[in-house]
C-alpha cells in the first residue's frame, strides 16, 4: 500500500467512525405521540406528554375532523395553542407543546354532537408535564 492510498484509508475510516460516533451521541429525538381521529373519537382521548415532545393527531376517518383548542365554542382560549384548521381524511397536524398544563381540545365539527346526543362529543386532552 502507497504512503498515498494510506492517508485516503485512514481519512475514510476517520470519516465512518465519525458518522457512528456522531449517530451514537447525537442528540435524542423526541419520539412521535400520535393520537388518531376515527368515528368521532380521539384515541386516546386523554394523552401525557413531556414538554417538548411533539403530538401528531392523524385524520383516520372518512369524515373531515379539527384539533382546535378550548373546551366549548364560549372558552376563552379557543384555538389557543390548537388551531388545525379542517383535516380531510389522511391528514394529520403536529403541535409541539412548550408549557406544562392541561390542554383540553375538540373537533368542533363534532363537538356539537355532546348537545345534540347527550352522549361524547369529540373532545381529548393532553396534559404535558416538565
Request: proline content about 6%.
Amino acid at each position: 500500500m502507497t504512503r498515498r492510498s494510506s492517508v485516503v484509508m485512514s481519512v475514510l475510516v476517520a470519516a465512518v467512525i465519525g458518522l457512528i460516533g456522531w449517530a451514537g451521541l447525537g442528540t435524542a429525538v423526541a419520539e412521535m405521540v400520535k393520537i388518531s381521529m376515527k368515528d368521532r373519537q380521539f384515541s386516546p382521548a386523554t394523552l401525557t406528554v413531556k414538554v417538548g415532545e411533539p403530538v401528531e393527531w392523524l385524520n383516520d376517518d372518512q369524515d373531515v375532523h379539527q384539533v382546535i383548542s378550548g373546551k366549548g365554542l364560549q372558552d376563552p382560549s379557543l384555538g389557543k395553542p390548537l388551531d388545525s384548521g379542517t383535516l380531510l381524511p389522511g391528514q394529520y397536524f403536529i403541535h409541539t407543546f412548550t408549557k406544562p398544563g392541561k390542554y383540553p381540545y375538540m373537533c368542533v365539527i363534532h363537538w356539537s354532537l355532546q348537545s345534540i346526543t347527550g352522549q361524547g362529543g369529540m373532545i381529548g386532552e393532553v396534559i404535558v408535564e416538565p
